[in-house]
C-alpha cells in the first residue's frame, strides 16, 4: 500500500465491522492478541499477504501463522491428529502454535506457508483478537506488527512507532498480557518437536503428551516462524549476563538484579515475559547499550532467554527476522 495516514481504531463493534472491511479489501490492519500485536492480512490472498511483507520489510522465505478463531476452522486447513487435538483442548485458545500438514483444499496462499507443505496455525484468546477473526470470517496471517528485526509490539503505540502510514489501520486495545509470542510445536510426523520456545512453558505441554519434546535446531530454511537468528534488535547492542552496568551502558535487571528498568523485582517469570519488549522498547529510545541481568534458563525463563539472544546476535540480512504472535 501506498504510504498514507494510519487508522486508529477501538475495539467497539463499529471500529471491528471497519477493521473487518479493511481486511477485505486486502488491507494490513494490526490488532492484539495475548502475546503481541499481529499484522493481520488475509491468509487466502497473495496479494494481501504481500502488503504485509511490503510494510514490515520482511524476508519473504519464512513462513507466517494463520490465526483462527476455534479447533474447528484449524480442522479445515491442515490434516488432524489425536495428539494435535490433545493439546488444542488443553491449550487453545492460547499462546500456543502447531505445525502441521496442509489438508486437500485448504485455500491457504503459498506466500503464507513460503511453499512449504505444513502450516503454522494458532486460536488466540484475546477477546478481540477473537472478535475480529469471527467479522472477517477468515484466517489472518499475522506476523508482529513491527518492521522487520525489531522488538515486538506489546501496545498500539509500539505498533505506530514502527508502522505508523505504512499499515492500514491499528486496533488498540491496551498492552498484551502475556507479552512473548507463541510457543510452536511441530506435529509433521507425529512427533512432537518444540520449533520455538515462547509464552507457554514448553513444561506444560510434556505434562499434557506425557513426553518430552525433541528440539528442532535453528535452520537457514526455517519451517516455522522464530528460527532464524537474529531478531527483533533494539539499535543499540545488548549484552547478556551482566551483573552491572559498564560505563555508558542502561541495565535491564531482573529479581535481585537491579537496573534502571526490572523485569521482574520479585523474579516472577510471567511477569518478566509480560514486560520485556515493552522494557526493550523504552530502553532502545536511550540510544545507549544495554546490560542485561542473567535470567534462570527454566519455564518461561528459557523463551525470554531465546528472545534476548537472538537480540543480541549479530545482525546480517540473510538472518535477521521477526516473530509471529
Known amino acids: 500500500m501506498s504510504e498514507k495516514s494510519t487508522l486508529k481504531l477501538s475495539p467497539s463493534s463499529a471500529d471491528l465491522a471497519r477493521a473487518a472491511e479493511l481486511l477485505a479489501r486486502g488491507e494490513p490492519v494490526a490488532f492484539p492478541t495475548e502475546t503481541v500485536y499481529g499484522l493481520g492480512a488475509d491468509a487466502r490472498s497473495g496479494p494481501a499477504v504481500a502488503q504485509v511483507y511490503a510494510a514490515k520489510g520482511r524476508p519473504a522465505f519464512n513462513p507466517l501463522i494463520a490465526h483462527v478463531p476455534d479447533v474447528e476452522t484449524a480442522r479445515k ?13 488443553a491449550f487453545w485458545p492460547g499462546p500456543l502454535t502447531l505445525v502441521l500438514p496442509l489438508r486437500a483444499g485448504h485455500g491457504i496462499a503459498s506466500l503464507v506457508t513460503a511453499g512449504l507443505e505444513t502450516l503454522a496455525v494458532r486460536v488466540p484468546a484475546h477477546p478481540t483478537a477473537q472478535a475480529l477473526l469471527r467479522r472477517f470470517g477468515g484466517p489472518l496471517a499475522a506476523p508482529s506488527a513491527n518492521p522487520s528485526g525489531r522488538i515486538s509490539p506489546t501496545t498500539a503505540a509500539h505498533v505506530l512507532a514502527g508502522l505508523d502510514g505504512h499499515i492500514a489501520a491499528v486496533v488498540d486495545d491496551g498492552a498484551c498480557a502475556v507479552g512473548l509470542e507463541s510457543t510452536i510445536v511441530g506435529l509433521i510426523d507425529d512427533i512432537p518437536r518444540l520449533l520455538r520456545p515462547g509464552g ?59 537496573g534502571d528498568l526490572n ?45 534476548l539472544r537472538r537480540a543480541a546476535a549479530p545482525r546480517d540480512a540473510r538472518n535477521v527476522q521477526d516473530f509471529e504472535g
Open 77 to 89: 486447513l491442515v490434516i488432524w491428529s489425536p495428539l494435535a487435538e490433545r493439546l488444542a483442548q
Open 200 to 258: 507457554l512453558a514448553t513444561e506444560r505441554i510434556e505434562q499434557v503428551i506425557g513426553q518430552a519434546l525433541q528440539q528442532h535446531a535453528t535452520a537457514d530454511a526455517p519451517v516455522a516462524p522464530g528460527q532464524l537468528l537474529s531478531h527483533y534488535a533494539p539499535r543499540a547492542s545488548l549484552r547478556l549476563n551482566a551483573d552491572t552496568a559498564h560505563a555508558g551502558e542502561v541495565m535491564l535487571g531482573f529479581g535481585a538484579v537491579g
Open 263 to 307: 523485569l521482574s523485582p520479585d523474579g516472577d517469570m510471567a511477569e518478566a515475559a509480560a514486560n520485556l519488549f515493552g522494557h526493550l522498547h523504552r530502553l532502545d529510545q536511550l540510544d545507549r547499550p544495554i546490560a542485561v541481568a542473567p535470567v534462570p534458563e527454566h519455564g518461561l525463563g528459557v523463551a525470554i532467554n531465546d528472545r
